[in-house]
């Protein structure tokens, strides 16, 4: 019988540490920026048509989104040793 617990207990998966949590967290970020992105993109004819912006207008709705974006993952990865860390979380939410 205790040689079956330990048998299945060698099978189980160690939690994610070290390279595996980061790279976790790596993707469920590039995630939440898929669904950001499509939220924006489907609410862009909304805001077109509520404004009455051309679509030349309305397309810097989605470019602004995406270089504010990239501006506050830029300083993160640049504060990424600890300096500011949770205020520039803070800021990206």
Do not use: C
């Amino acid at each position: 019988m205790s040689a079956e617990a330990s048998t299945s207990d060698a099978t189980k998966a160690p939690p994610p540490t070290g390279l595996g949590l980061a790279l976790v967290a790596i993707v469920g970020a590039e995630f939440m920026l898929q669904i950001d992105g499509t939220i924006v993109n489907v609410a862009v004819p909304t805001i077109e048509s509520d404004l009455g912006m051309t679509v030349t207008t309305a397309s810097w709705i989605l470019n602004g989104f995406f270089l504010a974006f990239g501006f506050v993952r830029h300083r993160e990865s640049y504060d990424a040793e600890g300096i500011l860390t949770k205020t520039n979380i803070a800021m990206a939410l």
